[in-house]
């Protein structure tokens, strides 16, 4: 089946808004295995709005409209819709009725306005909205099927699961698509996209989507056919996939982040954890406090912008900052371990960079950072073990903090993964929580 | 005059990616006064692109394409533009003598697929790209106009400042639409739209549009007419709205952040700054070093997550914490008070404060934050002043520490605002930079 996608609404035609509404609508039809073909922002204009929906009828068996359903003067998509579909409106007294309860619930009288938003096209099924006033419309005409939503993003979603995604399911004969995620972290597109050259041969080129950003790549793979075929599918991708990218893959949880990824391993350890930064300003302190629960873990961190800061608060010397510049790898090292000593945790991670624009120079150009990881050795037995890694990173300011701090991150996570978890029952004399 | 847009590329059809070129195109329409009517995105198909085309050219005086001139076989914005005007396409040897010189100037040899990339539409005009393989064409069909543009936006933005800005401004009569902007911090959006109110009545409700995002209004103002008209009615708009909102406006630079100006006032006062932050975790100091050069006044902070990093590198005394509460009015003064000392700053910011979901009681509850800014006292002579607030704030966690930061930025930005800036030569004895 093919499918074309209307958002209506002026603010969407102007300098600062985009249609986001329409990768929601794209996901549910990719579940579904329909393809999209195109789609089109209108202003809030009636006659645009009806002229496009006539074109689009014709041509589509299934169109998708959003926005516009507002009881508004400047909310027309319902007389549009009529009109290009040579229909009636009328007033349905059940939902005039729904929506003056909608109001009275929350102790207020519904407007006059608001009567328009129980105004349905001859023929439409009515789609409830739980969320807010403007209800939706499912449509047969010919041989083709509108949908209409409202523009609010939050009820449209909500639509789009009760209604869409059943009448999609009921077309598509089980056969669904779907897709599994594996996420990366601190490896080079070039370098994912060798290693999983094997499977693209054995799976398909289309089956898998590579899609990078600073730091961070996403590996997309999709599967089509009955429940139990998807499933073993996705499976076989996913396990062909780690086996050929190795261990940096770091999650196969769409949503979870690597900060999420650290504080679990960090929780599941029962060990605590501190930052010493430079370069990156706070941005991994930051990144780690953004999940929720990570005081459990996280005791605080420095940034240590001048040097004074890097000996008064880490106690990194003043001979190692003279020889070596603050710069370098006895300075990361030292940081990572004045971390660890300063605040009491178990591992301590420290960056010391050069971020650009200025500050660059022959010997340490900008992008140049040094990162080390501080925590107890293997061994056991009170002594510390320290890794370092020396990168040059490419991008400006803010990307060579943004791969800074997730390769800290990721130094810190493969730190980690060596370390088994603790037993169940907290050990005694265990960290300081 | 009124305009079209149509995005090419299979890609702007996923769940991924939207298409951003049609706001860098929507804002050179704005500032001449031509309305966006409709924009469309459709696939590498090139029966869809003629079709499109065609029907546009019918229906607008000014069309806009972008994407799909590439080198490879599904780049075919060319053949369908050119099906849909009843064209011919010939390959140009002079555009063919640059691609290969381009090549030969980064050390390769041309492809044989690049040829493409010289294919001209009878009666377009090219349009030179300095940045890329991909040359644009303009092309006057009838009553139509058509620009064709690359996919990739600095290529894009390139040539619509070299050509269609020109093309626009020759048919404007001058008569330009141009806006400012003043941004606002720390404002509620209902406190912005109460004051400028006045403003509505005396520019138009339409000169005047409010954009609210966590922490940050921005207010654009438009005018249109002669370069002198213009610029005399901006100005009058803005210093109605300055009047209006007070000195909660922060800058009238479009690109400025609130960081950013927080630094150029300690720049230009010779003063340092730390911070210490709980519920932000970093997100001050992060932001603060995000901008280039600040080093110059920016020393380092310390992220206290837990109490005893609060009494270690604060000096916040065990008893206020018992007494007052981590999250306090005492407990944030003394950590600005603290971290002042600490670090040998002019200034310090703390915040503390309860970001959630979890944490929260009835007397503080999740969204309980208490700021304060330690600094010398105007009366000089080496005394102190710390000023607080408290404040309960709306959002989810992210939305509380986004809200957090920027209030901590802005009472910075008062307090620096009422000191006078250091004259241009050093004060000696001034502040260690």
Not at 422 to 432: D, K, M, Y
Request: aromatic share 4%; glycine share 14%.
């Amino acid at each position: 089946m093919k499918a074309a996608i209307l958002a209506v609404g002026t603010e969407l035609l102007g300098t600062d808004r985009l249609d986001t509404n329409s990768l929601k609508l794209t996901a549910a039809l990719e579940r579904h295995g329909v393809e999209l073909v195109r789609k089109a922002v209108v202003g809030d204009d009636e006659g645009e709005i009806a002229g496009e929906v006539g074109r689009l009828v014709e041509a589509f068996p299934l169109v998708l409209i959003c926005g516009g359903l507002g009881p508004t003067a400047d909310d027309v998509t319902r007389p549009a819709v009529a009109r290009a579909l040579g229909r009636e409106i009328r007033i349905d007294e059940g939902l005039v009725a729904w929506l003056e309860e909608r109001f009275r619930s929350f102790g207020m009288r519904m407007a006059a306005v608001n009567r328009r938003q129980a105004e349905v096209i001859d023929g439409a099924e009515v789609i409830p909205n739980p969320l807010g006033s403007a209800p939706g419309m499912r449509i047969d005409a010919g041989g083709a099927t509108l949908f209409l939503f409202p523009g609010v993003p939050s009820e449209l979603l909500g639509m789009v699961a009760s209604h869409l995604e059943p009448w999609l399911a009921a077309r598509s004969g089980g056969r669904r698509r779907e897709s599994g995620v594996l996420k990366v972290a601190a490896l080079a597109e070039s370098t994912v996209e060798e290693r999983i050259a094997p499977a693209y041969g054995e799976f398909g080129r289309e089956a898998i989507t590579v899609l990078s950003s600073p730091g961070e790549i996403r590996l997309q793979f999709w599967a089509t056919g009955s429940d139990g075929e998807r499933r073993d599918r996705l499976a076989a991708i996913a396990t062909r996939l780690r086996g050929l990218v190795g261990p940096a893959v770091f999650t196969d949880d769409p949503e979870a982040t690597l900060e999420q990824v650290v504080g679990d391993l960090l929780r599941e350890r029962g060990a605590t954890l501190a930052t010493a930064e430079s370069c990156t300003g706070g941005l991994v302190a930051e990144r780690l406090t953004r999940v929720a629960g990570s005081s459990d873990y996280f005791l605080g961190g420095a940034v240590t912008y001048s040097n004074r800061l890097k000996s008064q608060l880490l106690g990194v010397s003043d001979e190692l900052l003279r020889e070596h510049g603050a710069v370098s790898e006895a300075v990361a090292r030292a940081m990572a371990r004045g971390a660890r000593v300063a605040f009491g945790s178990d591992y301590a991670v420290a960056i010391t960079g050069v971020a650009g624009p200025g500050g660059g120079g022959a010997e340490k150009p900008v992008g140049t950072v040094h990162l080390a990881v501080a925590g107890p050795a293997a061994a056991g037995g009170g002594g510390e073990a320290i890794d370092h890694r020396e990168v040059h990173l490419p991008g400006d300011r803010q990307g060579v903090r943004r791969r800074s701090a997730q390769l800290a991150l990721e130094m810190l996570r493969r730190r980690l993964l060596a370390v088994v978890a603790a037993a169940p029952a907290p050990a005694p004399g265990g960290a300081a929580r």
